[in-house]
């Protein structure tokens, strides 16, 4: 499949523009601007989970710290009717 070079030339410098490029460069940046907006959603939808993660140990470790103070004071009540 071949490329057909049509171009267009510049009133302010008469520089050669080949329409393919001017193309290229426009579907490069709607793709890249797609993808930025896909990577933040993923971005944000992460965050979101690492902050649920966060929250989830952070309870596991207070209800940990409350078994062991639990155990402690049946240990020491045990040990103090012995």
């Known amino acids: ?21 001017v193309m290229s460069a426009q579907l490069t940046a709607d793709i890249r601007r797609e993808l930025e907006a896909e990577t933040n959603t993923v ?10 993660v966060a929250t989830a140990e952070k309870k596991l470790q207070e209800r940990e710290e409350s078994i062991d103070a639990q155990v402690r004071d049946q240990l020491m009540t045990d040990s103090a009717g012995v």
């Open 1 to 21: 499949m071949t490329r057909q070079a049509t171009s267009l030339t510049c009133p302010n410098c008469n520089t050669s523009i080949e329409i393919t490029e």
């Open 43 to 52: 971005r944000a939808k992460l965050k979101a989970e690492q902050e649920k």
